[in-house]
């Protein structure tokens, strides 16, 4: 089955900084890879996703970079925000007809130091 | 925007008994999953549902674990027997897109 690895799982940064976190998956059958959110206490937020034909994108301070030859793709947060402090998990999902199963990272704690 | 919606946000319940987690999935979605997540690690795949059978779990969902759509909109998932190690966040999700319920804190005593 697919197995995503992340890094790192803690990263402080000073606020106005970038944040940056890679991932890497196992299933070459995966094809769409979301980023999550989740603030203490809460659900997953989706704040990003790429699908695997699509080598980057980007929404206002986030990019997400996707490399498929390697099988590697990462969020980056530029201009970092206290309120972005949280902790982010990639995820990667082979969509099939029949719906199939998310596989998470193992998440990122990410602290904003104002 | 849609929603998933849970129900009971928190159970509080002693070990060997049954419990039953509710979820509401967006309306127009075709496809139905239930995570958890343990108390600061990351979050894990348990089943996955679609067009009224399931259609992948993980080596987590084993005999206590079952899940119903019962009347075409609450989607459950039911724990036979509850152990300890089963406290734990529990997310429903459906798809497409990919939609997180708020959660249901399970806390077994």
């Known amino acids: 089955g697919e197995n995503v690895e992340q890094h790192p799982s803690t990263l402080s940064v000073q606020e106005g900084d970038s944040a940056v976190i890679k991932c890497t998956y196992s299933?070459?059958?995966?094809?769409?890879f979301p980023w999550y959110k989740q603030e203490l206490g809460k659900r997953p937020q989706l704040i990003i996703d790429?699908?695997?034909?699509?080598g980057e994108k980007k929404d206002q301070r986030i990019a997400v970079t996707l490399n498929k030859t390697a099988k590697h793709f990462s969020l980056h947060i530029t201009e970092t925000q206290p309120e972005d402090s949280a902790v982010y998990f990639c995820a990667a999902y082979p969509r099939k007809s029949s719906g199939d199963k998310l596989t998470f990272g193992t998440g990122t704690r990410l602290a904003v130091r104002p | 925007e849609p929603e998933v919606t849970q129900t009971p946000s928190h159970q509080v319940t002693q070990m060997g008994q049954e419990v039953i987690l509710r979820c509401v999935p967006i309306s127009n979605h075709l496809y139905f999953y239930w995570y958890r997540q343990i108390l600061g690690q990351k979050v894990e795949f348990l089943v996955s549902?679609?067009?009224?059978?399931?259609?992948?779990k993980s080596e987590i969902f084993d005999d206590q674990f079952s899940v119903e759509r019962p009347d075409g909109s609450n989607f459950t998932l039911k724990i036979r027997s509850t152990k300890l190690e089963d406290s734990a966040m529990y997310f429903c999700?459906?798809?497409?897109?990919?939609?997180f319920g708020s959660g249901t804190r399970l806390t077994v005593v």
């Open positions: 999700a459906s798809s497409d897109p990919i939609t």
């Open positions: 299933d070459s059958a995966s094809n769409y």
């Open positions: 790429i699908r695997s034909n699509v």
């Open positions: 549902f679609y067009n009224n059978e399931i259609s992948e």
